[in-house]
Nanobody
Framework: QVRLVETGGDLVQAGGSLRLSCAAS????????MGWYRQVLGKPREWVAD???????KYADSVKGRFAISRDLDKNTVYLQMNSLKPEDTSVYYC?????????????????WGQGTPVTVSP
């Protein structure tokens, strides 16, 4: 089994910064992709950013230029540095990972989610 644990969510004023972390643990052979989504109650979950194991990053237009994703492959951890935060960034942020497990599990990518960490940006 694989577990994702997010930390770093907080209350911050508009214009401020936060850094989210997500650590994966368990029977992990590799993690081809790790990323972040966010969801406001009553709305669909929204993709924010992701990064492959070779360092290719993609961002949603709404966060491009303000957020930066990074990974520590040795620690199976993904980070989201959020700068110039806006009230509309207020959401619960979820870590997402596609994980290839160690044998004897089948060598496919399985999708996992964290439990979410809340970010609130006050005006």
């Amino acid at each position: 089994q694989v577990r994702l644990v997010e930390t770093g969510g907080d209350l911050v004023q508009a214009g401020g910064s936060l850094r989210l972390s997500c650590a994966a643990s368990g029977s992990i052979l590799s993690i081809p992709t790790m990323g972040w989504y966010r969801q406001v109650l009553g709305k669909p979950r929204e993709w924010v950013a992701d990064m492959t194991s070779v360092g290719s990053a993609k961002y949603a237009d709404s966060v491009k230029g303000r957020f930066a994703i990074s990974r520590d492959l040795d620690k199976n951890t993904v980070y989201l540095q959020m700068n110039s935060l806006k009230p509309e960034d207020t959401s619960v942020y979820y870590c997402n990972a596609y994980v290839v497990p160690t044998p004897p599990a089948a060598p496919y990518e399985y999708e996992y989610w964290g439990q979410g960490t809340p970010v609130t940006v006050s005006p």
